[in-house]
């Protein structure tokens, strides 16, 4: 499963866990383990899996990404997962409603296609923050990033 993201810089496509693990860690770290409100475009990007486009506003995308970045320099250590996106990986659909999030080392799974060389969570979801600030940079009013579930 993979997300593809245009927006008004261009486009980017990644596999669909590399979202769910940049929103988790943002839940997780800044928004203290449940949405809190600050991060609405990018968990509304979570509303394309299954098929679903969605429109996510660019420049309000690009802002949140820009907090978030500081996350790329955390230890591996810190991989954060919601119950969410365990229940994707464990294929129980629909995923819960509840959206707490733990330590990936808390939980003892394991997550597929992660590198086993990664040392931050730069190298888990930093390609794709990177990606969409990029592709959101100096978006003018009004303009979106189309998501679409591949």
């Known amino acids: 499963m993979s997300i593809s993201f245009t927006g008004p810089k261009g486009w980017i496509e990644q596999r669909w866990i590399?979202?769910?693990l940049l929103r988790d860690n943002v839940q997780h770290h800044i928004e203290g383990g449940t949405p809190q409100g600050k991060f609405q475009s990018l968990h509304s990007i979570a509303e394309a899996l299954g098929g679903k486009e969605v429109k996510v506003p660019a420049?309000?995308?690009h802002e949140e990404l820009l907090v978030a970045r500081p996350l790329l320099s955390r230890s591996i250590g810190?991989?954060?997962?919601?119950?969410?996106?365990?229940?994707?990986?464990s294929l129980h659909?629909?995923?819960p409603e509840r959206r707490?999030?733990?330590l990936v080392t808390e939980w003892g799974g394991n997550i597929p296609l992660i590198s086993v060389t990664?040392?931050?969570l730069d190298d888990?979801?930093?390609h794709l923050l990177e990606g969409l600030?990029?592709?959101t940079e100096d978006a003018p009013e009004g303009t979106v990033v189309d998501v679409i579930d591949l």
Do not use: H, N, Q
């Open 18 to 20: 590399v979202y769910a």
């Open 59 to 61: 420049g309000p995308l």
């Open 78 to 89: 810190d991989l954060a997962i919601s119950l969410r996106t365990r229940a994707v990986l």
């Open 93 to 95: 659909w629909p995923p």
């Open 100 to 102: 707490e999030t733990m």
């Open 118 to 120: 990664a040392k931050t």
């Open 124 to 126: 888990v979801f930093g």
């Open 133 to 135: 600030i990029r592709i």
